[in-house]
């Protein structure tokens, strides 16, 4: 399955820049800081315990002050996912600006936005979302949305959408939805971190959006302890849930794998996608969440090939590109069945 998985041709649609980035990476940044005082010990290969990826969470983001080295980790971790066989990729990130070091919300996302375009050789397409983190407050909330606006303009299909993240516990969501209505006006597509937390009344409203995919959801269904109305607006929607085992099962929003919400969605059909969500926090990539996919919830080779080729039908990217997609993988379709010796 190790194989097969690696082999799979892959559609990444959760991913927030800062925590992708690999430990290759900020040992690269930290030579370059020459930061001897900035002890780095997270233990190479470890899954990590919440503490250490919380650590791990506030180095990178020592790391990551000023505009180079924005655009040094977004073409790193554009490489490792082409690396992983990911063909095509929507990342996310919160715009920062550090007046020490004169960077802006602006430059940051002009950093993204080149370092994009620079990896424009590598059979991997890539497309962006401005995430909005609900500690910020609503004021940053609407400079990330005129932002937005201003590189669909200027950077034509590369800005996608946008996203809420952020400390779940932080602010109520609803005072976004001016800010999301606005955005969905100008034609981004919104990706929104949801029920994370047993949030009733947020969840009620953001769901009237509606989101065109949902992160996480977890606690979405009844069985979780979300509600009827929750569960049956999803499913009549068919908003798309952007699940990520690893970063769940570390970040003790489920108990166990064996109880992750992937199983209640998948077996209703409902439209699954499988994500990292921070691969470089959790120690993980692509081929290992649907390997760990494959073994907690008996999923076939099949399986694995039908959940990433329909991951292409939940993409942000334009019409024409999700056919070039579909063409793609058809090509790949019978290489894999021809090195695994399986009809898929
Ligand atoms: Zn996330």
Redesign the pocket.
Same mark, same amino acid.
């Given at each position: 399955m190790e194989e097969f998985c690696k082999s799979l041709p892959k559609v990444e649609l +959760?991913a927030?820049i800062n /925590?992708s980035v690999s430990e290759a990476t900020i040992q690269k940044l930290l030579a370059k800081k020459k930061n001897s005082d900035q002890q780095f010990s997270f233990k190479k290969g470890s899954t990590g315990t919440l503490k250490e990826c919380f650590e791990k969470f506030r180095l990178i983001h020592q790391l990551t002050d000023n505009t180079e080295s924005v655009y040094q980790v977004t073409c790193d971790v554009i490489h490792e996912f082409h690396d992983d066989n990911v063909k095509y990729l929507e990342l996310?990130s919160t715009p920062r600006a550090v007046q020490d070091t004169g960077m802006s919300r602006e430059s940051y996302v002009e950093s993204v936005l080149r370092a994009i375009q620079d990896c424009g050789d590598l059979d991997i397409i890539v497309r962006f979302l401005l995430a909005i983190d609900r500690r910020n407050g609503v004021k940053v909330g609407w400079e990330t949305l005129r932002l937005a606006q201003k590189f669909q303009k200027s950077h034509g299909d590369l800005v996608v959408g946008m !996203?809420l $993240?952020g400390d779940p516990s932080v602010g109520d969501a609803r005072d976004y939805l001016p800010v999301f209505r606005e955005a969905q006006k100008s034609g981004l597509k919104l990706a929104l +971190?949801l029920c994370e937390i047993p949030a009733p009344e947020e969840t009620m409203e953001m769901l009237t959006l509606p989101p065109d995919r949902i /992160? +996480?959801g977890t606690f979405l269904h009844t069985e979780a302890g979300g509600n009827q109305q929750f569960e049956n607006t999803v499913l009549k929607n068919r908003t798309p849930l952007?699940l990520?085992l690893t $970063?769940n099962l570390i970040g003790q929003t489920v108990p166990n794998l064996d109880n992750h919400q992937f199983k209640f969605w998948y077996e209703k059909e409902h439209p699954c996608v499988i994500c990292t !969500? !921070?691969k470089g926090v959790f120690s993980t990539s692509m081929s290992e969440e649907y390997q760990l996919a494959a073994s907690t919830f008996d999923l076939k080779q099949r399986d694995l090939w039908n959940l990433s080729e329909q991951s292409i039908n939940y993409t942000f990217c334009e019409e024409n590109v999700k056919e070039k997609l579909r063409d793609q993988f058809k090509v790949y379709k019978s290489k894999m069945e021809e090195q695994f010796n399986i009809k898929l």
């Open positions: +959760h927030h /925590g996310r !996203d $993240s +971190h /992160g +996480h952007e990520c $970063s !969500d !921070d």
